[in-house]
């Protein structure tokens, strides 16, 4: 577990980070929410975090997110789930997330709302969007955006609220913040016929300021907070 004080440092940094894009780019910082991305880090590391503030956090992995959402049931916290979906977990995603940020196909959509229990609030969805139609990564391609939104909108037990986009790491010189302009004109695009959207994840600690210049609103920072992973 990285030092308190260590934590509190990196955590100070980034936010500084998040303060100098908004201000470059015209924006306020308290509108980008700062998510601690959880993923091989422990329920402890997190729990320190939470304790420096932070409320937003993402997990990659089904099983290993619900054993540090079992310990940390007592935190004031919003769970994210950002990882690739597999059709037989949807129904922990369902029940134990409070956002599933990677929903790219109807099979999972269907999944998600049928599966959300009753009594709980909807739950919230992002589309993931594989904006450099990579073949190996998941996402849905921008032209089948519009459909799987319908498809969510459509679900009482779903909440649709904007996309999210993880860009190749291979981007233009010329152009870096290309792959995240496409995806701020797909969100504006999306506004027009759902009027609850409001969130743009995208940007991780090496690219989050290209990510706020082009209007993300959400940004996934793992290594910049917690160091470098365990090997």
């Not at 599933?100 to 196909?105: G, S």
């Not at 459509?154 to 649709?160: C, F, K, M, N, Y």
């Not at 940004?219 to 090997?231: E, H, K, N, S």
Request: aromatic letters at 4%; proline letters at 6%; one cysteine or more.
């Amino acid at each position: 577990m990285p030092h308190a004080q260590s934590l509190t440092q990196r955590l100070a940094e980034v936010k500084e980070r998040i303060a100098d894009a908004c201000r470059a780019s015209g924006r306020k910082p308290e509108d980008v929410t700062l998510m601690a991305v959880g993923k091989t880090r422990s329920a402890q590391e997190l729990r320190a975090a939470h304790a420096a503030g932070i409320r937003c956090f993402g997990e990659n992995y089904v099983d290993e997110a619900l054993s540090k959402l079992d310990r940390l049931d007592d935190l004031d916290a919003e769970w994210h789930f950002i990882g690739p979906i597999q059709s037989n977990k949807t129904r922990a995603l369902s029940a134990g997330f409070d956002w599933v940020q990677t929903v790219d196909r109807a099979k999972i959509v269907r999944r998600l709302a049928d599966q959300r229990p009753p009594a709980s609030h909807p739950l919230s969805v992002l589309i993931q969007v594989n904006i450099d139609r990579e073949p190996q990564k998941a996402g849905c391609d921008p032209d089948e955006v519009p459909a799987l939104a319908d498809e969510i909108a459509g679900r009482s037990s779903l909440d649709l609220r904007g996309l999210m986009a993880i860009p190749s790491v291979e981007r233009s010189e010329k152009n870096p913040r290309e792959p995240f302009a496409n995806m701020r004109l797909l969100l504006e695009r999306l506004k027009q016929d759902h009027a609850g959207v409001d969130t743009l994840s995208m940007g991780m600690s090496g690219d989050l300021e290209d990510a706020i210049a082009e209007g993300s609103t959400m940004v996934r920072i793992g290594t910049a907070l917690f160091g470098p992973r365990p090997d």
